[in-house]
């Protein structure tokens, strides 16, 4: 994989230099800022495809990564493509400015009055640079998922926008240099395509997807049971998760949720927080409701692990993959289960994990005095902790707390293994 982005960085960057000799070698500044202007807005164009490829869920890139490998990698391709943004924006206004001998306010009302296409070009630069900023950790924490999550929609009439713009005109309109950029950006497209709907829709025909039962954990947990057609073949593992899509009035958008019980061949279940316009709606639910599943996606499974001892760390509604891997074991009793909730009457799964004889410590924030998970409770009450496998599921921050403190009483890296529950 990577030797083919760097053979499509070269090539991408061989036909933007046969495009732009006369430019290069004219020796102007103007001419040499309005060509790296468009090689900024091909590269900008090239990590817009890789973001594609990044959030396709193809099981090739879950398995060199998993879903927090792959999100830091997004977020920081992320940020190259804001600054290849700004570059190309910044590059051709001054650039054309200096051609034509006119100021910055002049070129860009030119560029608006009289360039085909430009005035949509900032428009969507304008909206792509705005999802960049709604992407900052700070404020997508501040957004409810549904905004995020159709915003980031909007990159996509804007990507078909850039790659016209790019084969009407410019370094890559012509001859070879077309049939390049057409291969590329068509090639992305469809492996995108297939893995986000094709094979979703797929498994939808095969299996008839519908909503079995609902059950009420808590008073705002509510466990979804689905059942299909040959369920069977429709393979998981312990500790993955999914997008679903659920065909009824209300809920209109795909969420990922993770499977909370082992495969069995008959139904999967998954377990939901109310905690968004979404999420609160869940136990609205009409049985026999259809369900489209993308996935099953994510590594952060049993095995990965280096051992067969385990020690589970939960925060909240992560305790919905750690569950489905506690039941997975042949000998939960082994194991030993750190769980963080609000109070007693907010514990979702911990009453069906307390039959299968997991060791269970638990920690509850309304309790006086308050008790929390840390490195010292944890190596406290697991003496042994440096030869288990340590799997971490909750909110961002409990983890990256959990992870430092482990790290510094000399726990290996290798053997933690986390799933935020973010977005």
């Not at 933007?16 to 500044?29: H, I, Y």
């Not at 570059?87 to 006119?102: C, E, I, K, P």
Request: hydrophobic share 45%; glycine share 8%.
């Amino acid at each position: 994989m990577m030797v083919f982005a760097v053979v499509v960085a070269f090539a991408t960057l061989y036909f933007w230099f046969a495009g732009s000799q006369s430019e290069l070698q004219s020796g102007t500044t103007a001419n040499l800022l309005i060509t790296l202007g468009k090689l900024a807005g091909l590269f900008l164009t090239l990590l817009l495809l890789t973001e594609l490829l990044l959030v396709s869920r193809a099981p090739i890139f879950e398995k060199l990564k998993g879903f927090p490998g792959l999100n830091k990698i997004h977020r920081g391709f992320g940020i190259s493509v804001i600054g290849f943004l700004v570059l190309h924006g910044v590059f051709l206004v001054w650039g054309y400015a200096l051609r034509d001998n006119v100021g910055i306010i002049q070129q860009l009302q030119t560029f608006f009055t009289w360039w085909d296409g430009v005035a949509a070009a900032i428009i969507s630069a304008i909206v792509l640079f705005a999802i960049g900023i709604i992407s900052i950790p700070y404020i997508r924490k501040k957004l409810r998922y549904e905004i995020w999550y159709y915003l980031h929609l909007l990159i996509y009439p804007i990507l078909l926008f850039s790659f016209g713009h790019q084969i009407s005109s410019g370094d890559m309109s012509s001859g070879i240099a077309k049939l390049f950029w057409i291969t590329i950006f068509s090639s992305v497209i469809g492996f995108f395509m297939w893995y986000r709907f094709g094979r979703p829709l797929f498994f939808y025909s095969n299996h008839q997807f519908r909503v079995e039962k609902i059950e009420k954990e808590t008073d705002d947990v509510f466990s979804v049971y689905i059942t299909g057609k040959s369920m069977e073949t429709f393979k998981f593992t312990a500790g993955q998760y999914a997008n679903f899509l659920f065909l009824q009035r209300g809920f209109i958008s795909r969420h990922p949720f993770s499977f909370s019980t082992p495969f069995n061949g008959k139904n999967i279940r998954i377990t939901v927080k109310s905690r968004g316009d979404f999420t609160n709606q869940i136990h609205t639910l009409h049985i026999g409701t259809p369900v489209i599943i993308d996935g099953p996606v994510g590594n952060t499974t049993l095995e990965i692990s280096e051992t067969k001892k385990y020690c589970f760390i939960s925060g909240g509604i992560g305790i919905t993959p750690i569950a489905a891997m506690i039941h997975s074991l042949q000998s939960p009793s082994d194991a030993i289960l750190f769980s963080a909730n609000r109070s007693k009457d907010d514990r979702p799964l911990i009453g069906e994990l307390s039959k299968t004889g997991v060791v269970i410590c638990e920690y509850l924030s309304d309790a006086i005095p308050k008790t929390r998970i840390d490195a010292n409770e944890i190596k406290k009450r697991c003496s042994d902790i440096h030869e288990r496998d340590i799997y971490v599921c909750g909110p961002p921050l409990m983890i990256n707390d959990i992870t430092d403190g482990l790290l510094r009483k000399e726990v290996s890296q290798k053997r933690i293994h986390s799933e935020e529950f973010n977005y």
